[in-house]
């Protein structure tokens, strides 16, 4: 429901970079004026997955193995950027691809990218790039997104990240760490 009312915030901006018609524009601002309509409406869509059966039908799901603990998130699932390809479901022009990520253990996680996939899985170790590379995305949506509150992991070079993000280390001590937000 959330991502629905970020997007009606979106749709009331003109200069918005998503493109939307004047017919979704209309859908939002009737969802602005009418909030208890999404809850409605999104409550109406969980009753059910049919609507999503034909996508999820064709979506790749990948288990990636990671030879370091990951960092998580308190949201469970989370978007982030995945390589453009031409079998990429994207529903409106101009969308940036992305792949559903969640943390199964700490030490694996399952992307799910939505597209004409057929049915492909796979389940594989990932190289430490890559591990650290996801690594640094759960630590930048928590600095980015207010609606992330808590960031899961160990103390493990917990420093190099948070520093790389926008953040100034102001105290480690063996019971917590503490750091600050840049300006």
Known sequence: MAVTM???????????????????????????????????????????????????RKAALSIFRSPIPFRTLSSPVVSIRAPTHPALYLPMPGLTPYQLVLALNPTTIACLVLGDFDDAFGNIEMPMDSALGFNRQFVAQFALYDGIRHLVTSRDDLSVDMTWAPYSLIEDTEQKITYRRKA
């Open 6 to 56: 970020e997007l009606a915030r979106l749709a009331e901006d003109q200069d918005s970079a998503i493109p939307f018609t004047n017919e979704e524009r209309e859908h939002y601002a009737y969802l602005r004026a009418n909030p208890n309509e999404a809850k409605a409406m999104f409550n109406l869509m969980s009753m059910s997955t049919a609507w999503a059966e034909a996508d999820y």
